[in-house]
């Protein structure tokens, strides 16, 4: 069983908005620190940005600061990511990870979901 399952991608058109979900099986997503990655195709992967345990300001990648959000909500298990005026280059399979600290080291992941899509495009 996945521990780290994501949901909400799909095709949006630019200037849109979409949230990703990531639900966690077999762990308690509310101990420890959340990261979001995206890896568009023939690019190297990218964090996103990434929030502690203890729901301090995300940090963000320069490039979706101001336009992306993450959320935890810990009842429901779940870490959102809430795109906002997507861009073409927003584009990328997103992936939801944790090092299994409850701070954002940037540090190697050690438990990552499969992705899920999101293409912007009109």
């Known amino acids: 069983q996945e521990k780290l399952v994501e949901s909400g991608g799909g095709l949006v058109q630019p200037g849109g908005s979409l949230r990703l979900s990531c639900v966690a099986s077999?762990?308690?997503?509310?101990?420890?620190?959340m990261t979001w990655f995206r890896q568009a195709a023939g690019k190297e992967r990218e964090e996103v940005g990434c929030?502690?345990?203890?729901?301090?300001?995300?940090n963000y990648a320069d490039s979706v600061k101001g336009r992306f959000t993450i959320s935890r909500d810990n009842a429901k298990n779940t870490v959102y990511l809430q795109m906002n005026n997507v861009k073409p280059e927003d584009t990328a399979v997103y992936y939801c990870?944790?090092?299994?600290?409850?701070?954002?080291?940037?540090?190697?992941?050690?438990?990552w979901g499969k992705g899920t899509l999101v293409t912007v495009s009109s």
């Open positions: 077999e762990l308690t997503l509310e101990f420890y620190a």
């Open positions: 929030i502690s345990k203890y729901d301090e300001t995300p």
């Open positions: 990870a944790t090092d299994l600290l409850d701070y954002c080291s940037g540090d190697t992941m050690d438990v």
